[in-house]
């Protein structure tokens, strides 16, 4: 179909930013975009205003350049040392030491830079997660595509469960209330029109506009786009995700400040052997500084930078499997230390699925199971499975509920979603489980009228008739409401008696005292040939059928979830806007501790702090909440000592959110000022994903201290060996070059290993660790030293035992060399479990990654060990099956000390801990 060419008067319109389409009729909003209704843009429209526009979403910050990302990984003081060590051996022709010293240096700068990149398609991926999709009308055709693809002037479907995908004037709109909480803090949806209001009313009051990112919570509308991208309301709080974040964190930062402390004590302690050994030892100058460059070598850990950028960045990827995604990296080793977690309810400890869950008829109390909107599940009588058709009324309530209603059921991917309102769709499924078919019913008995539901009279009322001249009234509503509009009740047995007002009463305010949302349905015959219904026929004529009791179901995952936060010592605390008795209930059955006490925002507000800050001590559900209650909490939970994690959704959180050591929004309900400042956002909004992000947080912060127990005494070790070689007179048990070999070949395989461990057992039965324990603590001092006095040990009595054998002094170090690569293995072993016996199979079998770098050493050492190229530049020889048996040996001599110290250890750490 062709299209009139777009005025230069429209085109000027559609780019700029028109702040009143709040005050223009649908019908000039359509004429001064260009565009019909019925038919929307078609292709070439498209293309013409997203040149103009842009693409619905908001700006990426610029990245750096690949070349320079990757000159940067050289920017480290360590790695200048090492570089100036190269420059020196290169210009003193030591050929294979300058090439060694370059192979480390450029093996870390690769590995960080390979790192980094896949640190930034992570954040793509989650401004791909993130971005919202829409529904639109295109060249006349109902399309889906993606949000950042709307133009202004695409005409938008929109129904229950969408998130508004740009600024929209709505054209029509059938019964649509959105949830605008992220924009104006209104807790309640607010109901939308379409006509239009004054041009200078505030933006809670254009009731004609529905605006990006914003939640479509009941009903459906059509509207056409009017901003997009950085032009809609939402695009002025807040650019998502507008930085990728450099991945620095403050431990990062202390383990800088840790490598330019140690590198001048290293260069120090260089010099003065430097000095030493020429004008001492009288050592020829050439050779004693390739000793003191290969010692510095050994105790510069290089590798440590790239080796903790490796452990974050396998942590995102991890907590991001989990539905946690990280966005700004100190959240990582914050999760770790958490010892309170403030959650919401709905969505994060519940399904975000109303499901009816109890009935009442005349005399008899049903229940009923189920899984979501699944339309299958059992009803139950006294624990009973019963069949709904011994039970005339149940089935007719079935009708009622299946009937008087809006909402649809659909079968989306194997999942059951709701097409209109959550408490619609929940009678719908319930209405199935009693054995109704809703699409026969529908066809047979056709929806003549209605009466709406409105918050007013608060019930709703619809007209049916059938093919055999039968016409029948629904109604359902309020308990309160629709009992004063009853005057007869339907019995067990199908037939009616005169309304029992008080025991429905009663048996509304004992299901409500559950927490669960109560509604009534009521019935009344009408003559067929009626065919409007007005409220006159619904007043006090009706028969009441039963009463259904609602509610929003624990997620499954959720109990086990607070049952694992419990054992590891946190602390959860539910903070909702919901009633208190149903936050209670859910509560209580999920496990919260001390469910029937509640505190709602009414009684916070009466409390001073301090009051409060002992009343958390025990409270652990808060209902009826404001954001600024929130930030309250969290304040004082802090103050408390606490490490709190906050959840939120709102830009009204984001005080709350920035406050909490860790901020963690929801990714699906969650607006897009509550993610910017959150340090976490949770893909599905599930509880469970939070207690998913703390483990993989003390995991991470486990693999991290792994490192530095693994890395430091080992370098500490080798270092050791040359330092006592050049002090006492010494021949040195290894050369320069062989100290620079196994760094090279060592930190950039089995360290790298450690950062893949997988979470320990005990991990989530420890308490939470304290902000303020040291990385490098006493305990990892300790065992620096005896691990370099064993390495001492190791080295110098393979040394000594190959040179009596009458070995020559190649061979000697050759020893030498593979028994220090041999104790790394082992320590690499012990480390692997901080906080258990490494004396267990799962241990002893390790994971892929350590199998792959031991292999990967394994076989470069035979290399320099028996093939006569590598032998000539390593100053090797070959070793007798029976010495690499004793090597080997020595190895499992170190394992078995340091294991046996360590179960000493951690067996009076124990014991000082009991009373």
Known sequence: MNRPIETPAQQQLIATDVEAWHALSAEQVLERLGVNEQAGLDAAQVQARLARSGFNRLPESSRRPAWRRFLLQFHNILIYVLLGSAVITAILQHVWDTAVILAVVVANAIIGYIQEGKAEKAMDAIREMLAPRATVIRAGERLGIAGDELVPGDIVLLEAGDKVPADLRLLHANRLQVQEAILTGESAPVEKHTEPVHPQAPLGDRACMAFSGTLVTCGQATGIVVATATSAEIGRISNLLADVESLTTPLIQQMDAFARWLTLLILLIAGLLLVYGHFVGHYVFADIFMVVVGMAVAAIPEGLPAVLTITLAVGVRAMARRNAIIRRLPAIETLGSVSVICTDKTGT??????????????????????????????????????????????????????????????????????????????????????????????????????????????????????????????????????????????????????????????????????????????????????????????????????????????????????????????????????????????????????????????????????????????????????????????????????????????????????????????????????????????????????????????TVYDNIKKVLSWTLPTNAGETMTLIVALLFGLTLPVTAIQILWINLITAITLGIALAFEPTEDNTMRRPPRSRQEPLISGALVWHMVLVSLLFLCGVYGIFSYALDRGYPVELARTLAVNTLVVMEIFHLFFIRNLYGTSLTWKAIRGTKVVWATVAVVTVAQFAITYAPPLQAVFATQAVPFIDGLLIIGVGIALFAIIEIEKQLRLRLTESDRQP
């Open 349 to 698: 400890l519940t399904r975000n699925e109303m499901m009816v869950v109890s009935v009442v008829t005349h005399d008899l109390t049903f229940t009923v199971d189920g899984a979501g909107y699944q339309p299958s599940g059992n009803m139950n009588l006294a624990d009973q499975l019963i069949d709904t058709a011994h039970h005339p009324t149940l089935v007719e309530l079935g009708r009622a509920a299946s009937l008087c209603n809006d909402a649809r059921l659909r079968l989306h991917e194997e999942t059951w979603k709701v097409e209109g309102d959550p408490m619609e769709g929940a009678l719908q499924v319930f209405g199935a489980k009693a054995g109704i078919d809703g699409d026969e019913e529908r066809g047979t008995w056709a929806r003549t009228d209605a009466i709406p539901f409105d918050a007013k009279h608060r019930f709703m009322a619809t007209l049916h008739h059938n093919h055999d001249r039968q016409a029948v009234v629904y109604v359902k509503g309020a308990p309160e409401q629709v009992l004063a509009m009853c005057k007869q009740q339907r019995g067990n047995d199908g037939t009616t008696a005169p309304l029992d007002a008080d025991y429905w009463h009663t048996q509304a305010n004992l299901i409500a005292s559950k927490g669960q949302r109560v509604l009534a349905l009521a019935v009344r015959s009408v003559p067929p040939e009626q065919v409007i219904l007005e409220f006159a026929d619904v007043q006090g004529s009706l028969t009441l059928l039963g009463l259904v009791g609602m509610i929003d179901p624990p997620r499954p995952e959720t109990i086990q979830a607070i049952k694992q936060c419990q054992t590891a010592g946190i602390a959860v605390k539910m903070i909702t806007g919901d009633h208190a008795g149903t936050a209670s209930a859910i509560g209580r059955q999920i496990g919260l501790h001390n469910p029937d006490e509640v505190l709602t925002g009414a009684d916070l507000d009466t409390l001073d702090d301090a009051t409060l800050k002992e009343s958390l001590k025990r409270v652990n559900i808060f209902a009826r909440t404001s954001p600024e209650h929130k930030l309250r909490l969290v304040t004082l939970l802090q103050s408390n000592g606490m490490t709190v994690a906050m959840t939120g959704d709102g830009v009204n959180d984001a005080p709350a959110l920035k406050r909490a050591d860790a901020g963690i929004a929801m990714g699906g309900k969650g607006s897009e000022a509550a993610k910017e400042a959150a340090d976490v956002v949770l893909a599905d909004d599930n509880f469970a994903s939070i207690v998913a992000a703390v483990r993989e947080g003390r």
